[in-house]
């Protein structure tokens, strides 16, 4: 799998990325000299123990923060030092995001949920934008549920709309927090098969987990410990064992 994917073109690409947090005289290199590449259609797993710097990485690929040093290019940009406005604008259009807590705001339905990221697009016209909602809650099975308030959904089906919001905007590449991490066995795996289906279709998804079982589901694992990289491989993904 590896040897193919030079024909493919390279969605995000680190180099020599440190991310150092100063608190009281005390210095914490959170990630040290991280290289790495993701191809577009990989299903990456960044797995390694709590405070290893996963979720470092995924802010910084997901530009919620910037690196103290090194440079990161996602789908063409230079993303390495650029302004706040211009971070919002590209992390807006290109980036879907899923967290472990689901994040859906309560007083708003599954349909307004799904649509706010995308009112901060200038490109999409509101009929645009509900096509869009519409296609995005059909392909999560959700699109029955769109005027329900998260309050009425189960923990699945919540994150089953987040999926949804994550890929309404068809960014280039999805960064998923923990999503299986906040429910049961069964639901874990109705929103992991989700993210195989979406990645069979082309999309682009780097998850962070905890969860053997889950990493063990994705094409490519890739290890953190104290701040770096100290393995990446590509693999065939696991069948399922049905139950």
Do not use: W
């Amino acid at each position: 799998m590896h040897n193919n994917k030079k024909s493919l073109s390279a969605l995000v690409e680190l180099k020599n990325l440190n991310k150092v947090f100063c608190t009281d005289d005390v210095q914490t290199n959170a990630l040290s000299n991280v290289s790495l590449t993701v191809y577009q259609g990989d299903f990456v797993s960044i797995t390694g123990p709590s405070g290893c710097g996963k979720s470092t990485l995924l802010s910084l690929l997901g530009l919620l923060d910037k690196p103290t040093s090194g440079q990161y290019q996602l789908a063409g940009h230079d993303a390495s030092d650029i302004d706040p406005n211009e971070r919002a604008r590209i992390r807006n259009k290109e980036i879907g995001f899923i967290f472990q807590s689901f994040n859906l705001i309560s007083d708003l339905t599954v349909a307004e949920n799904v649509e706010l990221p995308l009112t901060y697009r200038t490109d999409l016209s509101k009929s645009e934008r509900q096509e869009l909602v519409r296609t995005s809650l059909e392909k999560v099975d959700m699109a029955h549920r769109a005027s329900h308030f998260p309050s009425q959904l189960s923990g699945g089906q919540q994150q089953r709309v987040a999926v949804a919001r994550a890929i309404a905007g068809q960014p280039a590449i999805i960064l998923a927090d923990e999503p299986t991490g906040n429910l049961d066995s069964k639901n874990a795996e109705s929103v992991m098969h989700l993210l195989e289906e979406l990645n069979s279709e082309g999309a682009t998804i780097c998850m962070v987990t905890h969860d053997p079982a889950c990493a063990a589901r994705t094409q490519r694992v890739i290890e953190v410990f104290d701040g770096e990289i100290i393995s990446d491989k590509y693999k065939k993904p696991t069948t399922p064992i049905a139950v």
